[in-house]
């Protein structure tokens, strides 16, 4: 074999030599393998949630199921149990200020003018995901957990004002069906209500409406009643307040709108005595007060009455308007009324109408310097609104739904539930920038016209004046 002449020199043979060690040694380093990456302990975020109502008992499993999605193992989320009363919302302020308050924190739905200044919105409900929510949950929450088209807190649950009938007075009456209309119940009363000899109280009262002011005890003896009377005038076709236009529309008559653009046009309210028949706000107020007007067909309640819902429960009232935890309560303190719940009597079937009522959750404006946390807690409210997580909620609780997958399927359940998943899809509330001072304008009307004998339409201008006094004055916080 003849060797090339250059590996005889005995230098090239020593770089040869050389150059093969080190391509060699190189092969051999980067051949090495590579060192597993050391797993990375992700850090622990801790939430604290306050919740008046429907605490740990409903959503310790909802929670642990959140856990296990992947990438939520490291959230926990502690639930504190907070008592819903005059000191609730001071208290939260008070811990917001020292930065001690909650991350997530439940307030009332229609106190969210007011404390949305408090808290962030979510911003993982954008975009589709945010047309998907709104197609997705009932007009109600759409319109006030949204404000500029941002998601500021979520809702699992839409409560609504429906009819409770006593059967046994039903049937010794003599009537076979509750009310559906107004105009059904007129043609009832005479047959519900019944007086004692020479006694200014009823020893059966039909139904329990009129009231607002002060009872026989300085209260009003109709629970809710301020809920009741602007459920008449969203009944009745009117309003306080539009939404599109930011203007207060409380008192204004239909024929103030704009016909092709619907949106309301008057600006300032008082109240025509020759046109009051056709104006909501008089025909509501008027329909109201003739149940405990003495000189009124449809004189049904007064003041000495007891308060209504121990009539109801105690067999003395034939119908009471209430909420769907009402029948809990009945279950609790007389078990062995024969009860039963059917739809609002509407007084237009083409416009059907109720009072809603829930709270909504949303997320401390302070997680806004913490991103891990404002992540998570974006994360689990976002987690709140799902299907799944809306009908748990649901079958756990038995209030009506929110999401209308869950009330389609509450829709062919039984009536405790039935009649009130239906009214999640027609109710309705009204803007309160102060929610306290505004429930008052109702109980102060009522009680000029019963105690000081003002007449409606002065009552109810006043009444307007007072309510657009709180939307020019803006929000205010509770305390």
Not at 90 to 109: E, H, K, T, V, Y
Not at 300 to 326: C, E, H, P, R, V
Not at 375 to 383: I, P, V
Request: proline share 5%; hydrophobic share 35%; glycine share 6%.
């Amino acid at each position: 074999m003849n060797i090339p002449g250059f590996l005889l020199n005995r230098r090239n043979q020593i770089v040869i030599a050389v150059l093969i060690v080190v391509i060699i040694i190189i092969g051999l380093v980067f051949n090495q393998p590579k060192p597993k990456p050391k797993a990375t302990k992700k850090e622990l975020i801790n939430l604290t949630w306050w919740k008046p109502y429907y605490g740990k008992d409903v959503y310790d499993k909802i929670i642990e199921d959140f856990k296990k999605i992947p990438g939520n193992e490291n959230i926990t989320i502690d639930i504190i149990t907070k008592k819903y009363d005059d000191t609730y919302y001071s208290s939260l302020l008070s811990d917001m200020a020292r930065n001690a308050g909650p991350d997530i924190f439940s307030i009332r739905n229609d106190d969210l003018p007011a404390y949305e200044e408090f808290m962030t919105p979510l911003t993982n409900i954008t975009g589709s995901e945010l047309s998907d929510y709104k197609e997705n949950f009932v007009d109600l929450v759409v319109k006030e957990t949204i404000d500029r088209n941002k998601v500021y807190a979520v809702a699992s649950y839409v409560d609504n004002l429906q009819l409770y009938y006593n059967k046994s007075i039903l049937s010794q009456s003599g009537i076979a069906l509750p009310p559906s209309t107004w105009a059904d119940l007129d043609r009832q009363l005479p047959l519900l209500n019944k007086r004692g000899v020479n006694s200014p109280l009823f020893t059966q009262s039909a139904i329990s409406l009129g009231v607002g002011g002060r009872g026989s005890e300085g209260v009003s003896n109709i629970n809710r009643h301020e809920d009741i009377l602007p459920l008449l005038l969203f009944q009745n076709g009117g309003q306080l307040y539009d939404d599109l236009t930011k203007k207060t529309i409380f008192g204004l008559s239909k024929n103030k709108q704009d016909l092709n653009s619907n949106l309301i046009t008057g600006t300032n309210f008082k109240l025509d005595e020759s046109d009051k028949q056709q104006n909501p706000t008089y025909r509501a107020v008027k329909f109201y007060t003739d149940f405990a007007d003495q000189s009124s067909s449809r004189y049904s309640w007064n003041t000495a009455q007891d308060y209504n819902t121990d009539a109801f429960i105690n067999g003395k009232l034939a119908y009471i308007l209430q909420y769907s935890y009402f029948g809990e309560e009945i279950q609790k303190r007389n078990d062995r009324l024969p009860f039963g719940v059917s739809p609002l009597p509407q007084l237009d079937s083409s416009l059907k109408k109720t009072y809603g009522f829930y709270f909504m959750d949303g997320i401390n404006r302070a997680l806004e310097s913490n991103v891990a946390k404002k992540a998570a807690a974006e994360s689990f409210l976002k987690y709140l609104t799902t299907k799944e997580v809306q009908q748990a909620f649901a079958e756990k609780t038995k209030l009506p739904g929110a999401r209308k997958e869950t009330i389609n399927l509450q829709l062919n359940s039984d009536d405790s539930i039935r009649m009130f998943a239906a009214g999640s899809l027609y109710a309705d509330n009204y803007y309160k920038p102060d929610v306290v001072a505004a429930e008052k304008i109702w109980t102060d009307m009522i009680e000029r016209i019963q105690y000081a004998g003002q007449p409606l339409t002065e009552s109810i201008n006043q009444a307007v004046n007072q309510y657009n006094t709180l939307v020019q004055k803006g929000p205010k916080l509770r305390r």
